[in-house]
């Protein structure tokens, strides 16, 4: 309520802060699923929860929705579902919790009914969610979500610098090996998406080579790699603006200069950023991994082939089979997940979703993170040498 006379006002402020404890999600509706567009979509979006019981500094959704996880019923989320299958949408839903296990309890309870729901339904969806790594260690519920039709998952790995993950509080990540993590949740039959991050200040030059290496050994096509920014409120914002070291607020482009003076040089930060993502995105790196998915991924159980995935499919075949450099890449991986059928479908999306990551990051990210780096380099030329007394306290 507090929001929309804020929205009427015209004058409200731009942050609201909770009063007293934070809502409970008990009360709220099913979404107004048909008053979108659908054509403009290529996935539907549902909460179930809001809260993370863990403590990481760089993290703004504790700041926002707390440590207490809070969720919706199972009756709530059938609700949704009915609401959503009723506009005849099929295929793609993103639970887009910052961590679906926060509540590992009734999470445990939800799956179930969701399965069944997606049973009497004929299994008109597939959904992906955002998870904590130690998901890793909760074998019944992986399955759980695989019988209720989640076919992918994203983790925030961050780093393999234990250094690094002890400075920022996710000890979380400590607590199992995360090489193995991964190929427990593959090989269960989710797909890993990933988060990787780099400008910790426990990170060294030889932080880049460590996040190749780390990032091509696994089943990940997806590695979404990020400089740190120090998001407004968060402990790690509190910490460097007490430390002098905020420089200016982030407008949330993660292609150019960190937000913050970084203990590691810029110019080394950004110059590998730069040649960590171009290797990464190389086409060869890329598709091994992607090769690594479909010798290793376990069965999932996502929607039913529809007469509209031949037809796509076609197109995919001359845009990717035919027409584009990479040709090659794709009928290999295509061959490959010939002989584990239940990955054919997954091989052609990830080499749909390979020409988009490929493409972007050399025609777009990396002039980016360039002209980022000529900043720098200009910024360096224009200005006089310091004395080490006028060097600030942190560096």
């Known amino acids: 309520m507090r929001v929309v006379e804020a929205l009427g006002a015209g004058t409200g402020p731009h942050l609201l802060k909770p009063e007293g404890d934070r809502p409970l999600l008990g009360g709220i509706p099913p979404p107004r699923y048909d008053l979108l567009k659908q054509d403009r979509y290529v996935s539907m979006s549902m909460q179930y929860s809001r809260g993370c019981p863990f403590n990481c500094e760089f993290c703004d959704i504790i700041e926002m929705f707390g440590r207490v996880p809070r969720v919706k019923s199972p009756p709530q989320v059938l609700r949704e579902l009915d609401a959503l299958r009723a506009t005849g949408w099929r295929g793609s839903v993103f639970f887009v919790d910052d961590n679906f296990i926060a509540n590992r309890r009734e999470v445990a309870v939800l799956l179930p009914e969701v399965e069944r729901w997606q049973e009497a339904h004929g299994r008109p969806f597939e959904f992906y969610t955002e998870a904590s790594v130690d998901l890793a260690t909760q074998e019944k519920l992986i399955a759980s979500m695989v019988k209720a039709g989640f076919t992918t998952v994203f983790l925030g ?28 949740i593959t090989r269960a039959g989710l797909e890993v998406y990933a988060g990787f991050i780099v400008g910790f200040d426990a990170d060294g030059p030889g932080i880049f080579e460590v996040q190749r290496a780390f990032i091509d050994g696994l089943p990940i096509a997806a590695a979404m ?137 050399k025609e777009e990210v990396l002039p980016r993170i360039a002209s980022a780096l000529a900043e720098v380099a200009r910024e360096r030329a224009g200005a006089r040498p310091t004395t080490p007394a006028e060097q600030p306290a942190w560096a």
């Open 157 to 184: 790995i961050e780093t393999p610098s234990p250094e690094a993950l002890r400075e920022t509080q996710k000890l979380q990540n400590l607590r199992i090996e995360l090489h193995e993590a991964v190929h427990r």
């Open 225 to 361: 790699i990020g400089v740190l920014t120090a998001l407004p409120r968060t402990q790690l914002w509190r910490r460097l603006d007490k430390e002098g070291r905020l420089r200016r607020d982030s407008g949330g482009d993660q292609f150019g200069r960190p937000n913050f003076h970084t203990v590691l040089d810029e110019e080394t930060l950004l110059d590998g950023y730069r040649r960590l993502l171009g290797s990464v995105y190389q086409a060869d790196a890329y598709y091994a991994r992607c090769a690594q998915i479909v010798e290793e991924i376990g069965v999932s159980r996502g929607p039913a082939v529809r007469p509209t995935d031949l037809l796509k499919l076609l197109r995919i075949v001359l845009q990717l089979g035919v027409l584009s450099p990479r040709r090659g890449h794709f009928w290999r991986l295509a061959a490959k997940a010939l002989r584990r059928p239940h990955t054919f479908k997954r091989a052609i999306a990830l080499s749909v979703q390979g020409e988009h990551f490929i493409r972007y990051t």
